[in-house]
Nanobody, 116 residues
Framework: QVQLVESGGGLVQAGGSLRLSCAVS????????MGWYRQAPGKQRELVAD???????YYADSVKGRFIISRDNGKNTVYLQMNSLKPEDTAAYYC??????????WGQGTQVTVSS
């Protein structure tokens, strides 16, 4: 079994920065892709960024140039550095992990609120 625990969310003013962390525990030997998603009230959950086991990254257009995803395989942790935050970045942010066998695990979410 795999458990994901996010942290680092909070309230920040527009233009500020936050760093989210997602720590993975349990059967971590088969971790493949890891990613961050977000869901604003009344909207569908959307992919923000993800990173492969080899370090290849993908970013949604809305966050390119502002957010940076990274992972520390030794610590089984993935990070999302969020800079130049905008009110439209306000959402619950979720960490997602996909194993090499295709199993999917989600964290419980962490709230990010950006005030104008």
């Amino acid at each position: 079994q795999v458990q994901l625990v996010e942290s680092g969310g909070g309230l920040v003013q527009a233009g500020g920065s936050l760093r989210l962390s997602c720590a993975v525990s349990g059967s971590t030997f088969s971790i493949n892709n890891m990613g961050w998603y977000r869901q604003a009230p009344g909207k569908q959950r959307e992919l923000v960024a993800d990173i492969s086991s080899g370090g290849n990254t993908y970013y949604a257009d809305s966050v390119k140039g502002r957010f940076i995803i990274s992972r520390d395989n030794g610590k089984n942790t993935v990070y999302l550095q969020m800079n130049s935050l905008k009110p439209e970045d306000t959402a619950a942010y979720y960490c997602k992990l996909v194993t090499r066998t295709g199993n999917v695990f989600w964290g419980q979410g962490t709230q990010v609120t950006v005030s104008s």
